[in-house]
């Protein structure tokens, strides 16, 4: 959801994750969906492919990753964590878990406006 909001901000992103999936979850793609943006396309990377890269912004969103992300060998302007909660980890119905990704969501669309203001 990160990259959907940099990319809508105007950023050149990439999305990355420690263990990534094999596809773009579900109900991130439909809470996007719900707000106008389209991450269906997105496909789930390994961090380990970026790690040499160079980078204005490197963000972590999630407090597992801040805690086990490797290192960076690229340079970079700015390193930066801000922790949501993951939502994948929500049990429950669909309605329940549908409403922590919106949360979520929500939270992560602040940031990224926070971001584009003070970067």
């Avoid at 929500?90 to 926070?114: L, P, S």
Wanted: with cysteine.
């Amino acid at each position: 959801m990160a990259e959907g909001f940099a990319h809508q901000t105007g950023w050149q992103a990439y999305s990355a994750g420690i263990k990534p999936e094999t596809v773009v979850n579900p109900f991130s793609v439909k809470v996007m969906s719900e707000i106008g943006i389209n991450i269906s396309h997105h496909t789930p990377q390994s961090v380990n492919e970026y790690l040499d890269k160079n980078f204005d912004v490197i963000a972590t969103v999630c407090d597992n990753a801040h805690k086990i992300c490797p290192v960076f060998i690229g340079s970079s302007k700015y390193q930066i964590h801000h922790g949501f909660i993951d939502p994948a980890s929500t049990i429950g119905n669909d309605e329940k878990i549908i409403a922590v990704y919106r949360v979520v969501r929500d939270e992560i669309q602040a940031w990224v406006k926070k971001l584009s203001r003070g970067i």
